[in-house]
């Protein structure tokens, strides 16, 4: 046996081989299946390693090549699929429904019959003994082995793994742990799960591969490009939220690929479509009998207002015209999922393509905050590209909805007058009036919201699919943010209990950790900037539309983006004395909250002080801020640990990295010991605080000192100078006035 280190379990290489193993497990692969795999050659290795998977007593083993049977198996039935189940298999159904049938003869029932015996690589019937009874086991078997391929297909899609989750504990303490002065969580998670030089197991790519400068390369010029054979595993986005009437969220990389240097729709992908047609088709007879049995009308009002849509394919790859190789494969493979759309074989899919980066979803747009554009103007602009009018200016649009998705999603074929009241919608949820002048960063929000919650919940409403996707090219990054955003708007306006903080964080890291073995990306700061104009656009409204959770005010604050720290402290220093001076009236009668509150709002006085003075580190009083109303806001409940043990560091930190904080450090320490009833701690935060007063004083007598000191020196080698000091490169710079206790 080999001594070799293998890979830990927070490599992402190890990460992905559970994430397989959990996959292979929710294959449906039934013994009749499997028999038909083998027939058509599958081998006989990955046979006998499937089979071990499937025995209900089989345990996860570290040293076994889960990841390589995945994209063994993927490839085997990709590779096949017309024999496997397009070719000869898929015109099963129709025979068997006309051997079955009452109003053919014994010939024509032969022929069926002989037909299907020779896909099942049966022995043909004795033509003189062919009748219904007759034929039942044959026409049973034939049934069972095509039910069995479709449940196969579907599995390898709609894969119950529970990947996300599993993926996510491996980095949720990373996640849990970002700060506004630590929040670079794509890096973060990078280097958690980065290989550490053990024994890779597997000959498939691992996820820090995948996003390596070599497997980037790969994907961009390769003569190949199938990600969901390497680490695009599909699985479903389970939310606590969700409800059955809820279409169920599907998790896959873009199934648009290249084959031997040509752009494709994925097979499997294809008979995945298939599958679910002929899946909703037996719903719907099930229910028409059902419906005929308790003598009601078989054509129910669901029945009439059915649109045929099964999945909505929500694809985010760019559309219009890009220079460079990555965009222009994109480019080709955004057309050739549009054209599922018209594909009789694909009737019961609708794929539609909405803007996910440049244009309007420029990366840096959230820095700029400049109010420049009129709300007409941009209202106009939204309008024309959301319409695909050609009077939209903008260089890249990304929009398009095939003319027959359009006409089951409008009442009109533009559908101007729903997409003006959506849009009417989005403004206002962002708390943006009519009159109003807009930043881009403000802009870019609304889009946001438009394009990623108005409109795709307008669109799903209508045509209420089984499944919806939210897909880029490994729907991580682009799919990613619009799946998070979505879900959290969903969840919101259901009225329920919204997303949880852990879901949310969840949603945007566990499939980049997943597929690439890192975070998210800088679509985080994109995300962040719509959450921040809708956290600001709620606050405006005096009975708010929607109750804004507590815990996505804190993640806002804990993962502002540094170019838009100053102007959201200064926001929350704001919201903060607020809160407080209610705090302290609902508890004036009781002393001990009512001091601890008084030193909290000292504390918010002295980053007041501070920030107007201009001082560095900004990102930490910030945090200060947010963790002093969090903690004040949970006087009568269970303090989070988390919370006060990160309160406690900064008290240190501040001091540390900036001396000139020293004070508000004394009066954090004040609050915290009040906070925790230490005594101790409420009078070394006391000294702390006079000791900064007096280190003012100190420092201010020192520089004087130092002055002087210049000075006899200057003089003693004849360069007398009035201000030595002021020229001085190397002087300390000068504290500002002390604050006043």
């Not at 669901?302 to 394919?313: L, M």
């Not at 259901?494 to 949880?500: K, N, V």
């Not at 915290?672 to 701690?681: D, N």
Request: glycine letters at 4%.
């Amino acid at each position: 046996m080999s001594h070799e280190r293998i890979e830990t379990s927070l490599s992402s290489a190890a990460i992905h081989n559970r994430n397989c193993f959990l996959y292979l497990k929710q294959l449906k692969i039934a013994p009749a299946v499997m028999h038909h795999l083998i027939r058509l050659g599958m081998p006989t290795g990955l046979t006998t390693f499937l089979d071990n998977i499937h025995r209900e007593d089989y345990q996860y083993n570290t040293t076994s090549r889960y990841a390589d049977a995945y994209t063994d198996f993927l490839s085997f039935v990709e590779d096949n699929i017309n024999n496997v189940y397009l070719g000869p298999l898929g015109t099963l159904p129709h025979l068997i429904t006309l051997a079955t049938s009452d109003n053919i003869d014994d010939t024509e029932r032969l022929t069926c019959i002989d037909q299907i015996a020779t896909i099942l690589h049966e022995e043909k019937p004795i033509a003189f003994a062919i009748s219904i009874a007759t034929a039942r086991p044959i026409i049973t078997r034939a049934k069972e082995l095509h039910d069995n391929l479709d449940a196969l297909i579907i599995s390898i899609y709609e894969n119950n793994n529970g990947i996300l989750p599993e993926t996510y504990n491996a980095i949720k303490h990373v996640v849990q742990n970002a700060t506004p002065s630590a929040n670079d969580l794509e890096k973060g998670i990078a280097k958690l799960v980065k290989p550490r030089g053990g024994r890779q197991i597997n000959h498939a790519q691992s996820p820090s591969d995948v996003d390596s400068l070599m497997g980037k390369t790969r994907a961009v010029v390769g003569n190949t490009f199938k990600p969901q054979l390497t680490t695009g595993i599909p699985t479903i986005r389970n939310y606590s939220y969700k409800t059955t009437a809820e279409p169920q969220e599907l998790r896959f990389n873009t199934q648009g690929q290249i084959h031997d240097g040509e752009k494709r729709v994925s097979p499997l992908f294809k008979a995945f479509a298939l599958a679910q047609s002929r899946r909703a088709q037996a719903v719907k007879h099930t229910e028409k009998l059902a419906a005929v049995n308790n003598q009601s009308e078989i054509l129910t009002a669901d029945d009439t207002a059915d649109s045929g849509i099964t999945e909505v394919y929500f694809n985010v790859l760019n559309r219009d015209y890009r220079k460079s190789p990555a965009g222009k494969r994109e480019v080709g493979i955004t057309r050739v999922l549009e054209a599922l759309n018209a594909d009789p074989a694909t009737t019961n899919f609708a794929v539609i393509t909405l803007p996910a980066n440049d244009g309007l979803m420029q990366h840096n747009e959230y820095k700029n905050t400049a109010r420049t554009e009129r709300y007409v103007d941009v209202m106009k602009e939204f309008l024309a590209i959301a319409t695909e009018s050609p009077l939209a200016t903008q260089r890249f649009k990304d929009f398009y909805i095939s003319p027959n998705i359009r006409n089951k999603i409008f009442a009109t074929q533009d559908g101007q007058a729903e997409i003006t009241a959506l849009l009417h919608q989005s403004f206002t949820t962002m708390g943006i009036d009519e009159d109003a002048v807009l930043s881009p960063a403000e802009r870019q929000a609304v889009w946001f919201h438009f394009t990623k919650f108005a409109l795709p919940n307008f669109i799903i409403t209508k045509l209420n699919p089984h499944s919806i996707n939210f897909s880029c090219k490994d729907a991580i990054d682009r799919g990613g943010v619009f799946s998070a955003y979505y879900n959290l708007m969903k969840s919101i306006e259901l009225g329920g209990a919204p997303l949880s903080r852990e879901e949310f964080e969840q949603g945007l890291h566990a499939a980049p950790t997943m597929v690439k073995g890192r975070g998210m990306n800088y679509h985080s700061k994109i995300i962040w900037n719509a959450v921040d104009a809708y956290i600001s656009g709620q606050d405006k409204f005096s009975q708010p539309a929607q109750t804004v959770p507590d815990w996505l005010i804190a993640w806002r604050n804990d993962n502002c983006p540094q170019p838009r720290v100053a102007k959201l402290l200064q926001d929350n220093v704001l919201k903060a004395q607020i809160q407080l001076s209610e705090l302290q009236k609902k508890y004036s009668d009781n002393p001990h909250h009512s001091i601890m509150l008084t030193r909290a709002q000292e504390v918010i006085a002295y980053v007041q002080q501070q920030t107007a003075l201009k001082v560095s580190g900004k990102r930490l009083l910030l945090e200060t801020v947010t963790l002093t109303c969090r903690l004040s806001q949970s006087l009568d409940k269970e303090q989070n640990l988390q919370d006060i043990a990160r309160y406690d560091a900064l008290i240190n930190l501040l001091p540390i990295k900036y001396p000139i904080l020293q004070q508000i450090a004394g009066k954090m320490k004040e609050y915290f010991g009040i906070l925790i009833r230490s005594s101790s701690l409420q009078e070394a935060g006391s000294a702390t605080f006079f000791a900064a007063k007096s280190f003012k004083t100190r420092q201010a007598t020192e520089n004087a000192m130092a002055d002087l000191s210049a000075a006899f020196k200057a003089n003693t080698h004849g360069n007398q100078s009035e201000d030595l000091a002021a020229d001085n490169d190397d002087a300390p710079p000068r504290e500002p006035p002390s604050i006043p206790a």
